[in-house]
């Protein structure tokens, strides 16, 4: 079967989303939308516009010391950490200094902190921030890590998310199903898709996907 690719257009900042339909198999879940958003994390200008809009969901009411990195979203939280701690009135965290940090992954896949990096999370206000959150399962690891570590995790932020929530933790996004009326993710045993004896078309990740 031959995914159908589109761009999506979407509804705020000027930010334009690639995204192939299709039988995809994440980590945790089968989806049937693979959201590209490689130019956003890697791209300055596109990064740029996803952390200005993404921190004004928290510049003027959320305390942030650290932003948490994960699935490659370095560059968007160095333009957000920038974004909020300019000078003004509007932002809360002006003039203060703000950590962005990427976790360590074990063997096992668990996030760690090395001795150099635990102290940006120790006592400090995390925020997280992820190119999509689906299932939630990575979103409630890093919540869990945080809180190990000594940290208070106040928030997560994504270009992409199917929930609004994540335990009592609000989620933020600029892209949601609404955008995607028929956008669907489903345990692996559960998947329609499969049980219609559609073959995957690709293998998907934070890095992209591989074609099946």
């Known amino acids: 079967m031959s995914m159908e690719r589109l761009q999506h257009p979407v509804s705020r900042a000027d930010i334009l989303l690639n995204v192939t339909k299709g039988h995809f198999a994440t980590g945790h879940s089968h989806i049937n939308y693979y959201i590209d958003v490689t130019a ?46 300019k000078t003004g009135y509007m932002n809360i965290n002006q003039n203060q200094d703000m950590n962005v940090l990427t976790p360590e992954r074990s063997v096992g896949s668990q996030l760690i902190f090395r001795e150099n990096t635990a102290p940006m999370i120790n006592g400090k206000n995390v925020l997280i921030l992820m190119a999509s959150v689906s299932t939630g399962y990575t979103a409630k690891s890093a919540i869990e890590t945080i809180a190990y570590y000594g940290g208070r995790a106040v928030g997560i932020a994504s270009i992409f998310a199917t929930v609004e929530t994540i335990g009592t933790l609000p989620v933020t996004s600029l892209f949601n199903p609404k955008d995607l009326p028929d956008y669907t993710t489903t345990d692996a045993a559960a998947c329609p898709l499969c049980k219609a004896g559609q073959r995957l078309d690709a293998i998907v990740n934070s890095f992209g996907y591989s074609k099946l």
Not at 47 to 55: D, E, N, P, S, Y
Request: with cysteine; aromatic share 4%.
């Open 40 to 85: 956003q994390k890697f791209c300055l200008s596109e990064a740029r516009k996803v952390a200005i809009a993404l921190a004004r969901e928290y510049r003027a009411s959320t305390l942030i010391d650290t932003i948490l990195c994960l699935d490659g979203t370095e560059v968007i939280a160095a333009c957000m950490a920038s974004e909020m701690t």
